[in-house]
């Protein structure tokens, strides 16, 4: 199948100015249109995929452009969500259609191999990727990743994500969640909710909340409200994955980057780092989900580390 962009910008940026950037779309058939953006364009090719699923690469793409100023970084929103193609329909959100997807940005951007980084459920997405197109992928960053098995982590991250609550905090954010399928403005529901749900994802939320750039809460108003179906669709047929055995013969070198705080507990990483052979685990003190964030010096000086290897 031809994979066409349909380009949307692309402008250079002084020296010293912030990385050069370009932003379109690649055509992912099935009538599907991923969007994309495209930072830098020096050293290795990073392509990074954002965590929900259903969530889009606008919470993620500034906070990791530190990268973009010795590598080519390309971000794009994950089919159903942000400003790709929203698709309600069941049978055309799945792993393999998400697979299927970056192939096809792979093959756009004409890149023979690639690092592919994963933050979240962008992380088994790049794991499931790897282990069907070894051969295009030069090496893997799991970032704070789902786990690499549904029991007993994945009740134990929800459970983390809510310990802080009371129970009037409790029935609040059920409220807020629930206010992005009525009301008439999705992204001030969004944020309303994000502005508190968050606290549950950082080490010190107090002291991080004002250092993230990126925005959880940029997608069209439609995809806003399809967030929820397509993690749903996603990660509904996995049932009770259990991966922990299908990495095995994968020789490919394998950075697993985890906040020692972050509410996917840390025994999964180290079952991540314990399925490859070849992986290394580094844990961020004082770090929850977005590493990149609350310990930026420490993230980034071990990712540039492993990239450099």
């Given at each position: 199948m031809a994979v066409v962009v349909i380009a949307m910008a692309a402008c250079a940026r002084p020296s010293d100015g912030p990385p050069p950037f370009e932003e379109g779309y690649v055509e992912a058939g099935d009538s599907v249109r991923l969007y994309y953006?495209?930072?830098?364009?020096?050293?290795?090719?990073?392509?990074?995929l954002h965590g929900g699923p259903g969530l889009d690469a606008g919470y993620l793409a500034l906070d990791l452009e530190p990268l973009a100023r010795e590598h080519t970084m390309i971000f794009y929103d994950q089919r159903g969500a942000g400003r790709s193609t929203v698709i309600t329909d069941s049978t055309r959100v799945n792993l393999a259609a998400h697979i299927a997807d970056l192939e096809r940005v792979r093959e756009r951007f004409g890149l023979e191999r690639m690092v592919v980084y994963g933050h979240s459920w962008g992380s088994m997405l790049a794991a499931r990727y790897a282990l069907e197109h070894p051969d295009r992928v030069?090496?893997?960053?799991?970032?704070?990743?789902?786990?690499?098995?549904?029991?007993?982590?994945?009740?134990?991250?929800?459970?983390?994500?809510?310990?802080?609550?009371?129970?009037?905090t409790a029935a609040d954010v059920a409220q807020l969640a629930a206010a992005r399928d009525t009301t008439s403005d999705p992204q001030a529901a969004c944020r309303a909710f994000w502005a508190v749900f968050i606290r549950g994802y950082l080490a010190?939320?107090?002291?991080?909340?004002?250092?993230?750039?990126g925005d959880v809460c940029s997608a069209p108003?439609?995809?806003?409200?399809n967030q929820p179906v397509v993690g749903r669709f996603t990660l509904g047929p996995l049932g009770s994955w259990d991966w922990r055995s299908d990495f095995a013969e994968?020789?490919?070198?394998?950075?697993?980057?985890?906040?020692?705080?972050?509410?996917?507990?840390?025994?999964?990483?180290r079952e991540w780092?314990?399925?490859?052979?070849?992986?290394?685990?580094?844990?961020i003190e004082g770090a929850g989900h977005f590493p990149q964030i609350e310990r930026p010096e420490q993230y980034f000086e071990a990712l540039n580390a492993f990239l450099a290897r």
């Amino acid at each position: 199948m031809a994979v066409v962009v349909i380009a949307m910008a692309a402008c250079a940026r002084p020296s010293d100015g912030p990385p050069p950037f370009e932003e379109g779309y690649v055509e992912a058939g099935d009538s599907v249109r991923l969007y994309y953006q495209k930072l830098g364009d020096g050293g290795e090719s990073i392509v990074a995929l954002h965590g929900g699923p259903g969530l889009d690469a606008g919470y993620l793409a500034l906070d990791l452009e530190p990268l973009a100023r010795e590598h080519t970084m390309i971000f794009y929103d994950q089919r159903g969500a942000g400003r790709s193609t929203v698709i309600t329909d069941s049978t055309r959100v799945n792993l393999a259609a998400h697979i299927a997807d970056l192939e096809r940005v792979r093959e756009r951007f004409g890149l023979e191999r690639m690092v592919v980084y994963g933050h979240s459920w962008g992380s088994m997405l790049a794991a499931r990727y790897a282990l069907e197109h070894p051969d295009r992928v030069s090496a893997l960053v799991l970032s704070s990743s789902a786990p690499p098995r549904r029991d007993p982590w994945m009740p134990q991250f929800s459970a983390n994500l809510h310990a802080w609550m009371d129970s009037a905090t409790a029935a609040d954010v059920a409220q807020l969640a629930a206010a992005r399928d009525t009301t008439s403005d999705p992204q001030a529901a969004c944020r309303a909710f994000w502005a508190v749900f968050i606290r549950g994802y950082l080490a010190e939320p107090d002291s991080s909340l004002a250092r993230f750039r990126g925005d959880v809460c940029s997608a069209p108003p439609d995809a806003i409200r399809n967030q929820p179906v397509v993690g749903r669709f996603t990660l509904g047929p996995l049932g009770s994955w259990d991966w922990r055995s299908d990495f095995a013969e994968l020789r490919v070198p394998v950075l697993i980057i985890h906040g020692e705080n972050d509410p996917i507990p840390i025994e999964s990483a180290r079952e991540w780092a314990a399925a490859f052979p070849d992986a290394r685990l580094v844990t961020i003190e004082g770090a929850g989900h977005f590493p990149q964030i609350e310990r930026p010096e420490q993230y980034f000086e071990a990712l540039n580390a492993f990239l450099a290897r």
